[in-house]
């Protein structure tokens, strides 16, 4: 990956360079010039209409110039702002694909191949269903379901989804919205793992109920 140009300190990298004052002033003072000599003698123009000519070309240059400078400035803070997005999702602890309509993968980050247990080669262009787990698998109906909840009416939303890893199967959350990649309709979709706060909010509810349990049952004894 193409590493992004760092900007000086204090810059913003979004912003492009000025165009230079003295080509303002070219164009400027080529105009005026211009202006003046048809105000003054209109019939001047026909008299002398090549160095009219020649006068409207050298301003035409001027602007293409200007023009091109333009041009040029705002490619590069494209560019630049492609390098820090591209750093942004690369660099994310947070497994991210891109989906397509047929919710095949057209993309990944790192983390996503690492949490997917799968080179980044092997996992793009992968449909992303038969990586979820055959529970869901057997619904049967779910691709379905998962297309129109990530191209539906809704710009972003969450998807719940089981995953097999191994001996297990985490709970996750499919944190998606809609995006143009290129000219392709395609979901970013974040895959939070919540299966250990799952667990752990099972685990505190199960030690609540003992513990009112537990509350109840000596509250009776010293009753009775």
């Given at each position: 990956?193409?590493?992004?140009?760092?900007?000086?300190?204090?810059?913003?990298?979004?912003?492009?360079?000025?165009?230079?004052?003295?080509?303002?002033?070219?164009?400027?003072?080529?105009?005026?010039?211009?202006?003046?000599?048809?105000l003054?003698?209109?019939?001047?123009?026909?008299?002398?209409?090549?160095?009219?000519?020649?006068?409207?070309?050298?301003?035409?240059?001027?602007?293409?110039?200007?023009?091109?400078?333009?041009?040029?400035?705002?490619?590069?803070?494209?560019?630049?702002?492609?390098?820090?997005?591209?750093a942004?999702?690369?660099?994310?602890?947070?497994?991210?694909?891109?989906?397509?309509?047929?919710?095949?993968?057209?993309?990944?980050?790192?983390?996503?191949?690492?949490?997917?247990?799968?080179?980044?080669?092997?996992?793009?262009?992968?449909?992303?269903?038969?990586?979820?787990?055959?529970?869901?698998?057997?619904?049967?109906?779910?691709?379905?379901?998962?297309?129109?909840?990530l191209?539906?009416?809704?710009?972003?939303?969450?998807?719940?989804?089981?995953?097999p890893?191994?001996?297990?199967?985490?709970?996750?959350?499919?944190?998606?919205?809609?995006?143009?990649?290129?000219?392709?309709?395609?979901?970013?979709?974040?895959?939070?793992?919540?299966?250990?706060?799952?667990?752990?909010?099972?685990?505190?509810?199960?030690?609540?109920?003992?513990?009112?349990?537990?509350?109840?049952?000596?509250?009776?004894?010293?009753?009775?």
């Open positions: 990956m193409k590493t992004p140009n760092v900007p000086p300190s204090g810059a913003n990298p979004s912003e492009s360079s000025p165009v230079e004052p003295a080509d303002d002033a070219r164009l400027r003072q080529a105009r005026a010039r211009l202006d003046h000599k048809r003054i003698d209109p019939a001047s123009l026909a008299q002398d209409g090549a160095d009219a000519l020649i006068e409207e070309l050298r301003i035409h240059q001027v602007e293409l110039e200007l023009q091109n400078r333009e041009l040029q400035d705002t490619n590069l803070k494209l560019a630049e702002a492609r390098d820090w997005f591209e942004l999702f690369e660099g994310s602890p947070i497994p991210h694909v891109l989906l397509d309509r047929a919710l095949v993968v057209r993309h990944c980050n790192l983390a996503a191949s690492d949490y997917f247990g799968l080179l980044r080669r092997v996992l793009i262009q992968r449909p992303l269903v038969p990586l979820l787990s055959a529970t869901v698998q057997s619904s049967g109906s779910y691709g379905g379901v998962l297309q129109a909840e191209f539906g009416s809704n710009a972003a939303g969450v998807i719940s989804a089981t995953i890893m191994g001996q297990e199967t985490r709970e996750v959350q499919l944190r998606h919205r809609r995006m143009l990649y290129g000219d392709v309709d395609v979901a970013l979709v974040a895959v939070y793992d919540v299966t250990e706060e799952r667990r752990l909010h099972a685990h505190l509810r199960s030690a609540r109920a003992s513990a009112e349990a537990a509350l109840t049952a000596k509250t009776q004894f010293l009753a009775n």
